[in-house]
């Protein structure tokens, strides 16, 4: 409903409206997309960037369904979605990745440890799911790290990227 007066829509042969603002009422409802793509008979669908792009299971549904889905594999979405498991992938094929854990960090010794190896400042992140949970930027904050292992989310560490050196073109 929001987007009817859009130029996308506007310029589009047919469109199908599969909700209201917000987004949790027509872009995130799978089963609306579903039901619109069925009525139109498409055989694609570009997710976009964001809202179901990265969805793992929308890109299952369509396939279940018949419909292409026009971007990486379900399979290739958990394992990108995945900052531990997509970091052993770079390194698997010969990518380089930024200076950090190679599996979860489990503890604060081991957290400090590493960030003692790679050089502060460091970023401590869910491995899935979430946005970086906090910045370390300096040396002595280890309850800062502690506060942070100790929830039940797997974490992984990198160095601080704005710390990295960056190349300029000549």
């Given at each position: 409903e929001v987007d009817a007066n859009s130029m996308h829509v506007q310029l589009a042969d047919e469109a199908i409206c599969i909700g209201k603002s917000p987004a949790n009422e027509s872009y995130?409802?799978?089963?609306?997309?579903i039901s619109a793509a069925e009525i139109a008979d498409v055989d694609a669908i570009h997710p976009g960037y964001g809202f179901l792009s990265e969805n793992a299971k929308f890109a299952e549904i369509l396939t279940e369904h018949g419909i292409k889905f026009?971007?990486?594999?379900?399979?290739?979405?958990?394992?990108?979605?995945?900052?531990?498991?997509?970091?052993?992938?770079?390194?698997?094929?010969?990518?380089?990745v930024v200076p950090g854990s190679d599996g979860g960090v489990s503890s604060d010794q081991e957290a400090l440890s590493l960030?003692?190896?790679?050089?502060?400042p460091v970023l401590i992140k869910a491995s899935a799911g979430l946005p970086m949970l906090k910045e370390i930027p300096y040396k002595g904050t280890g309850q800062a790290m502690t506060d942070l292992i100790a929830g039940n989310v797997q974490l992984s560490m990198v160095s601080y990227p704005a710390a990295q050196p960056h190349l300029k073109a000549g």
């Open positions: 995130l409802r799978i089963d609306r997309i026009i971007g990486p594999s379900a399979e290739n979405i958990r394992t990108m979605g995945d900052k531990i498991e997509a970091k052993r992938t770079a390194k698997r094929l010969d990518i380089p960030a003692r190896a790679i050089g502060f």
